[in-house]
C-alpha cells in the first residue's frame, strides 16, 4: 500500500466537501428539484404593429426637432435630448411588442430620420495622409526591437537553465 494514498483520498474527500459547500450558496432554490422546467416561450414579434409604433416614436422626433433651427442639426449638442428620446421611444416599443432591439426594422427607419435630418452635416471631406517619416520609424522600430529583445532573453534564460533550476 502506497503511503500517500490515505492523504490524497482525506485531501480530495474534502475538496468534494468543500466544493458541495460553496455551490449550495449558489443555488436559487431553497431545494434540489430533478424535475424539467418548461421551456420559455419567447412570443412572436408583432412587426406590423412595430412599424406604427415607430411611427408614432419618428413623428414626436420630427415635432421635437421642428423647434430647433435647421442651421443647427449638425451640432449634437442642439438635439442630443431629442435623439436620445426618440431611441428610447423605439427601444421600448420594441420591447411592447416582444420585439428585440435594435432589429433591422428599426434600424431601416433610424436611417431613413438619419437621412432626413443629418444627410447635410459632412461639411469637408476628411484627407488620409501618411505620418511624419519620424513617428512611422519609431513605430515600426520599438515593436522590432522588442521582439529582438524578448528573443534574446529567452535564448539567455534558456542557456542558464541549469542555474535557474
Not at 468543500?18 to 412587426?47: H, Q, Y
Not at 517619416?133 to 529583445?149: E, G
Amino acid at each position: 500500500m502506497d503511503t500517500n494514498e490515505l492523504p490524497v483520498f482525506k485531501l480530495f474527500l474534502v475538496g468534494v466537501f468543500v466544493n458541495a459547500w460553496m455551490m449550495r450558496g449558489l443555488s436559487a432554490t431553497d431545494t434540489f428539484s430533478v424535475e424539467p422546467t418548461t421551456p420559455w416561450r419567447r412570443k412572436i414579434c408583432n412587426e406590423s404593429r412595430l412599424q406604427w409604433e415607430v411611427e408614432v416614436c419618428g413623428d414626436e422626433f420630427k415635432r421635437s426637432m421642428a423647434r430647433i433651427d435647421p442651421y443647427y442639426w449638425c451640432n449634437v449638442t442642439h438635439f442630443i435630448r431629442e435623439y436620445h428620446l426618440f431611441t428610447l421611444c423605439t427601444e421600448s416599443k420594441s420591447q411592447n411588442v416582444n420585439c428585440y432591439w435594435p432589429n433591422p426594422l428599426v434600424e431601416s427607419y433610424i436611417i431613413r430620420i438619419h437621412k432626413h435630418f443629418f444627410s447635410n452635416c459632412t461639411w469637408e471631406q476628411v484627407v488620409w495622409f501618411d505620418p511624419p517619416d519620424d513617428t512611422l520609424a519609431i513605430l515600426i522600430l520599438i515593436p522590432v526591437f522588442l521582439t529582438l529583445a524578448m528573443i534574446a532573453l529567452v535564448v539567455w534564460c534558456s542557456k542558464r537553465s541549469d542555474l535557474l533550476a
